[in-house]
Every structure is written in structure tokens, then in C-alpha cells.
């Protein structure tokens, strides 16, 4: 029989990865790239095809600037079906609006240049402001982007027929991929129920995987998925409500599962570090493998036996104490979403916080700026640079210098491929079908590194930025070379004049948002430690992953900003080391709640606070 491995402060194989200190170098940004995280390739593929089939009805509609309403589609597919169809409807909901506000502006600008100025700025400081201070966030970029170009599209339109033109080609803009997203969406992409079991079963073979003598690469992908939290699986777990096919009860058995499934990762962590005994391990790894099975195939356990593993191990006998309530709700869990205070559609600090209004005026002086370079250089085909300006634009300096290098490189990589097309492949094109299967294959390029962590999928979109704006022309496919040239000039201008002036004006740094971000953190931690039953300590378990998730990524922000904007980096430093004892610590509460150094390691975050 195996002896057990005696638990200890540190892992056999090594410390605890310092996810903070690595930051996004290179070397990250390429694991990320190349991480197949569970159901993206689906996510890939089906976003590419909801990009194809656009711009097939956009050939067959013959709708200008086709490269538009791909661009819309690749930023507001989702995974499920039902997410994708109300987005679907919401979007040709919103463009009766935005049809009847453009028809009001086109007859007050009409023939009155400056006034037309004045409208496409007002315009951009409302989008930029509800991207800042309401629940639309990057919706609102996206119908800024739709109305602010119909409107300077304008000046191409002949007088006659220009207002019947411009509306048509808004709605066509927002309608062609809206229905899409309704029709396909319904066919090829999933319920959101089976993203939820999938999500929970692939949290149930990584803490596998982690039992299994990790290595350090699985650690990372195992801190990643653990950073996740139950966010995206409880929007899951809303969305399959909303079908109305599947039982509350159901539904409240996998809500309680999602949970139980970060709290058993977080479990397998700490017991890659401490150790837990072979034969403990694979006691576990059985269990966990049946269960993912059951998930996979869309269901869940009614029952699980408690594995009899050693007593002598702590780790292994929590791990083990959750499996029999590991998909049973609690009493108050049907009363949960009713007790939830509501948020409004504004942010409590919409009117009172100045960076709101003051990231709202640097988003249209970078819009105004752009269009009047536009003008003055009298060169209609880096129109690309207003574009660029509405999807580019970021709350906090660092987030625009850690963006930046994916900006450029994913606008390289686009047009690249886009001049690439146009020199190797567009001449040997006879047909439709041949042009269909070229944009699939760079949208599933630009859609699998979109579908990757965040902190890479900015760099996708741009990629399908690029090559749509390249080889997308007027009613389809160009062989122009020089509107590839034109509109990669806009995009790179458009990427430097953002990146001036918002690094200039106001310069907002994720400094000042670490307070706010760690307090928040106490509070998670001191929730989980008074958190009495197993599925309370889950449910703050994954609340306090979500929120170390917001703290990290706010701290790596701040210490890739400009080494003169650091106002204290001691302060960095040291708050670094807090949040990786913060990790550490979430995870020991699911050992030993109780814990005596609770007060001591949590003074340390309030004194960085």
C-alpha cells in the first residue's frame, strides 16, 4: 500500500505559480493562444460559421460595407442558443431606434456640414458614456460605431436618395446579423443547460488532472479555470430558466453543482501542493471521473457515496465531505434571486464620478480627431480609423498598454492574412463558395483566439477587424490592394491616435482601483469563513474567486503602466504577495474554516486597502 504524502505548507513540486508576477509576456500570451479550454473549439467554430453565413446574405442582399455586419456578428455571438437569440432579437430591436434617431439627425445635418460635426460628436460622448456608466458596456461601442458611420457615410451617398439610403443601410448593418444570430443561432449552438454540465465536467477532470502529479502548465490551466468562478455558469443556469423546458429543481440542483465543482478544484489545488496519499487520490479521481461522466452527458447525480478516504488527511476528507451535497440545494435557494438587490441600468456613480464624463470626452476627442485627419487628408479609405476608435477605447492606462501590443499584432496578423488573400488566393476564386470558405477559415483563425481568456481575446476580434476591412468591400470581396492599404493605415492610425489620448488626458491608472478591488476581497473572505454549511462555503468560495480574479487582473494592469505613472510600487509589490496569500487562503478555508491565522493574513489586505 502507498504511504501517504505528509501534508505541508508548500507544494513537493514547487511553490504556488506567480500568476500576477507573469503577467501577459510572450511566452504567456502563446499558452493562452494554444490553450484548448474546454468547448472552444465549438465556440470557434460556430462563431465562424454565424460570420460566413453573414456575409453570404450580405452578398446575396447586396449590402454595402459588408465587412460591418460581419464585424457586429463576431462581437455579439454567444455560446448558447438562447443568449444568441435574444441578443439577436435585441439588435433588431435597437435598430428601429437607432433608425428613427439617424432619419431625425440626417434631416437636421443635411447640407450643413458643421452641424453634421456637432451631431457625430454628441453622439460619440452618449455612446462613449453609456460604454462607461451603464450595463451596455461594449454594446453601446457597438451601436456608436453603427450610427456614427451611417451618418459619415453620408457624404458618398448622392443628396437625392440619401436619407432612403442611409436608413436602409443602418437596418441592413444591424438587422442582417441579428437575424442570423436568431436563425442559426437556434440550429447549431447549444442549450444553455449543456454548457453548464459541460463547464462542471471539465472542472471535474481538472481537479483529475491536478491529483495526477501536475505539471506546471496544468497548475496554470487549473488557476485559470479556478479564477472563473461560477459566473458564466450561472448566466448559464438563468439563460436555461428562460427556455422554460427544463424543472426549477433541476436547474437548482446544477446551480448548487456549478459551486460544488469550483470548490472541489480548489480542493485538488490545495492538495497539489500539500499531498494527499495515492491511494486517496485515486479513491477521489474514480469518483470525480464517474461524475464528470453523468455531466457530460447532460445530466447530474442524484447520489454520491462518500469515497472512504484516510482520515488522516484533511484535504482529502474535505474533498470527499462535499460529495454527498455536491448537487443539493439548499433550503433558500429558490429565495435567492429574489432577495438579490437589483442594479440599475446606470452605475450607482454614473452622475457622481468624474471618469465616466471624463473617459466619455476622451473616447470623442479620439472620434474627432480621427474623422477630421479623414477630412483633411482628403483620403476616404482610412475611414477605418473612426472604426477603430469605438472598439479600441479602454477605462485605464494600463489596460491600454497591456492592450496594445495585442491590438497591433492582431491588426498585423488581419491584414496580413487579408493582403495575403488578395495576392494568393482572390485570383484563383471562380465562385461564391470558394470566397465563403476563405472567410470561414480566417474567421475561425480570428474566433478561436477570440474565444480564448480575455486577455487574449481582444487581440481575435482584431484580427477579424482587419481582414474583414481588407477584403471586404462595397458589396463583397476586393482585389484592390489599395484598400487593404487604406483601411490597415486607419486601423494602425486610429490604434495611435486612441492610445494618445487617452494615455495623455486624464490618464486614468488601475492604481488607484486596487483599494477598491481588495476591500471587496476582504469581504469575500470574511463571508467564507463564516459561511456554516457546505453549500455556503462553495457559494463563497466562487464569489471570492470571481472578485481575486478582478483584483489580480486589476494589479497586473497597474504593473505593466509606464514605470513613472507607479506611484508607489512598493505598495504593487507588497500587494502582489497579499493576493497570493488571499488565494492560498481561500482555499485553506475549505480545509479548516476555523482557521487562527484568519485575522492576521486578512489585516494584511485591509492595511493594503
Known amino acids: 500500500m502507498a504511504q501517504p504524502v505528509p501534508e505541508t505548507a508548500s507544494a513537493p513540486d514547487g511553490p504556488r505559480p506567480d500568476m500576477t508576477r507573469a503577467g501577459l509576456g510572450l ?39 459588408l465587412a460591418v455586419p460581419a464585424l457586429v456578428m463576431m462581437a455579439l455571438w454567444q455560446k448558447d442558443r438562447v443568449t444568441n437569440a435574444l441578443a439577436g432579437v435585441a439588435v433588431n430591436v435597437v435598430v428601429l431606434i437607432l433608425l428613427t434617431i439617424i432619419y431625425g439627425l440626417i434631416r437636421l445635418t443635411l447640407d450643413h456640414p458643421m452641424g453634421l460635426v456637432i451631431v457625430i460628436a454628441l453622439l460619440s460622448f452618449m455612446f462613449f458614456f453609456l460604454g462607461s456608466a451603464s450595463k451596455l458596456k461594449p454594446v453601446a461601442y457597438m451601436l456608436g460605431l453603427i450610427t456614427v458611420y451611417g451618418l459619415i457615410a453620408i457624404d458618398e451617398v448622392p443628396v437625392g436618395e440619401v436619407v432612403t439610403r442611409a436608413l436602409l443601410y443602418t437596418d441592413l448593418f444591424l438587422a442582417v446579423p441579428g437575424a442570423v444570430m436568431v436563425v442559426l443561432g437556434l440550429l447549431i449552438c447549444p442549450s444553455p443547460r449543456r454548457i453548464l454540465t459541460d463547464s462542471i465536467a471539465a472542472r471535474l ?77 485515486a479513491c477521489l479521481i474514480r469518483t470525480f471521473e464517474d461524475m464528470a461522466a453523468i455531466f457530460a452527458d447532460g445530466d447530474y447525480p442524484a447520489a454520491i457515496d462518500r469515497p472512504a478516504v484516510s482520515a488522516t488527511s484533511p484535504t482529502a476528507c474535505a474533498m470527499a465531505d462535499l460529495l454527498p451535497d455536491f448537487a443539493t440545494p439548499s433550503a433558500d435557494d429558490a429565495k435567492a434571486p429574489s432577495q438579490k438587490k437589483k442594479s440599475g441600468f446606470l452605475a450607482e456613480d454614473a452622475f457622481s464620478n468624474p471618469d465616466h ?152 491608472s488601475a492604481y488607484d482601483r486596487i483599494g477598491d478591488g481588495v476591500r471587496k476581497l476582504v469581504e469575500c473572505l470574511n463571508g467564507q469563513a463564516n459561511a456554516s454549511t457546505p453549500q455556503a462555503r462553495s457559494d463563497a468560495l466562487a464569489r471570492t474567486q470571481s472578485v481575486l480574479l478582478e483584483s489580480e487582473r486589476t494589479l497586473e494592469y497597474a504593473m505593466s503602466e509606464p514605470v513613472h505613472t507607479r506611484a508607489d510600487q512598493p505598495r504593487l509589490e507588497a500587494t502582489r504577495r497579499a493576493l497570493d496569500d488571499a488565494a492560498e487562503l481561500s482555499e485553506d478555508l475549505l480545509v479548516t474554516p476555523g482557521r487562527p491565522d484568519f485575522s492576521e493574513r486578512t489585516a494584511r489586505l485591509e492595511q493594503i486597502a
Not at 504567456?28 to 470557434?44: E, K, S
Not at 460570420?51 to 446575396?60: D, M, N, R, S
Not at 472598439?391 to 491600454?400: D, F, H, K, Q, S
Open 27 to 65: 511566452a504567456r500570451i502563446w499558452r493562452l493562444v494554444r490553450d484548448p479550454a474546454p468547448g472552444r473549439m465549438g465556440y470557434a467554430l460556430r462563431m465562424a460559421a454565424g460570420c460566413t453565413t453573414t456575409v453570404l446574405v450580405g452578398e446575396i442582399w447586396q449590402v454595402p460595407e
Open 357 to 508: 464624463v471624463r473617459f466619455a470626452v476622451k473616447g470623442t476627442a479620439a472620434v474627432m480627431l480621427s474623422y477630421l485627419t479623414f477630412k483633411v487628408l482628403d483620403w476616404p479609405g482610412i475611414h477605418t480609423c473612426i472604426i477603430t476608435c469605438f472598439i479600441v477605447a479602454l477605462p485605464t492606462m494600463g489596460e491600454m498598454v497591456s492592450k496594445l501590443t495585442l491590438r497591433i499584432s492582431g491588426a498585423l496578423v488581419g491584414g496580413t492574412l487579408g493582403i495575403a488573400a488578395i495576392i494568393f488566393v482572390m485570383p484563383h476564386l471562380n465562385g461564391i463558395t470558394g470566397f465563403l470558405v476563405l472567410v470561414f477559415v480566417v474567421s475561425l483563425i480570428a474566433a478561436w483566439v477570440k474565444t480564448g481568456d480575455e486577455r487574449i481575446a481582444y487581440a481575435g476580434f482584431q484580427i477579424g477587424l482587419a481582414f474583414y476591412l481588407t477584403d471586404l468591400k462595397g458589396y463583397g470581396p476586393t482585389a484592390d490592394m489599395a484598400t487593404a492599404r487604406d483601411r490597415i493605415v486607419g486601423i494602425m492610425l486610429g490604434n495611435f491616435i486612441t492610445y494618445a489620448m487617452f494615455t495623455s488626458f486624464w490618464p486614468a
Open 205 to 281: 477532470r481538472m481537479a483529475c488532472r491536478l491529483l495526477s502529479n501536475p505539471d506546471e502548465r496544468i497548475r496554470e490551466q487549473a488557476t485559470d479555470m479556478l479564477r472563473a468562478g461560477t459566473t458564466d455558469m450561472m448566466k448559464s443556469a438563468k439563460m436555461a430558466g428562460l427556455e422554460k423546458i427544463w424543472s426549477q429543481r433541476d436547474l437548482a440542483c446544477l446551480r448548487q453543482a456549478a459551486s460544488s465543482s469550483v470548490a472541489v478544484l480548489a480542493l485538488a489545488d490545495t492538495a497539489s501542493r500539500s499531498g494527499v496519499s495515492q491511494d486517496d487520490a
